[in-house]
């Protein structure tokens, strides 16, 4: 029987520097007096998750959109080129040092797929700098729909033409990958716990890593 391990990208296995670089997009403008800078990079991430629950729309829009809301919440003037250079840093993230290797070692057991909450021009460069060839690139764009809408998933599991039974997830996400995957009947779930929060029992059941380095060994490989 055919056996997958699906990845969240952005976060799990590709370095997702969006804060940072919305920081240096935006440092003509951070010395806005009473401005919390902390405070403005959460709200930002708050809005895109909820942007994503709405009826889909291409992710440069809701990285434009969301960047948008957060900064006009905050009283910073909004450029259109904000958001474009956001866009185009996308791409630009390469993987986390441990990805690479991981992700060949478990190449030897079971195949291995991205489902990401992104669009395909964005994904493609950030799946070329990882250096590894994946069976499965799965996108937001192509669902029509982003994680943590079931609809990702499923759609997922048709391309792939697997059950859920037969899939292996591993994700960083908590919001997005761990909750709405514990009733999908998944072979089993790896939390990436790259930032240290704190898990849930209610979520259970899942294996936690630290980083990648530990999967192959985790899974057998």
């Known amino acids: 029987m055919r056996e997958i391990v699906t990845f969240d990208a952005y976060g799990t296995l590709v370095d997702f520097q969006l804060g ?39 992710y440069h829009e809701v990285l434009h959109s969301s960047l948008r809301m957060a900064m006009r919440l905050h009283g910073l003037e909004y450029r259109t080129s904000d958001g474009d250079a956001l866009v185009e840093a996308v791409p630009t993230f390469g993987p986390f040092p ?9 190449k030897s057991r079971y195949e291995i797929a991205i489902i990401s909450n992104t669009d395909d021009d964005l994904i493609a460069r950030n799946v070329a700098g990882i250096g590894v060839e994946f069976d499965h690139v799965i996108t ?3 669902a029509r729909a982003y994680k943590p809408d079931r609809q990702t998933f499923e759609h997922a599991y048709k391309t792939m033409d697997v059950d859920p039974s037969q899939v292996i997830h591993t994700a960083q996400g908590w919001e997005y990958d761990l909750i709405p995957t514990r009733d999908l009947g998944l072979r089993r779930r790896v939390w990436i716990n790259r930032y240290g929060r704190r898990g849930s029992t209610d979520y259970q059941p899942y294996d936690e890593l630290r980083d990648l380095s530990g999967l192959p060994a985790l899974l057998g490989c």
């Open 20 to 58: 940072p670089t919305t920081l240096k997009v935006l440092a003509d403008r951070l010395d806005l007096d009473g401005l919390d800078v902390d405070e403005f990079l959460d709200d930002f991430r708050v809005i895109r998750f909820q942007a994503v629950l709405e009826p889909y729309r291409p």
């Open 98 to 106: 441990e990805v690479p290797d991981a992700l060949r070692a478990l």
């Open 140 to 142: 937001a764009q192509q």
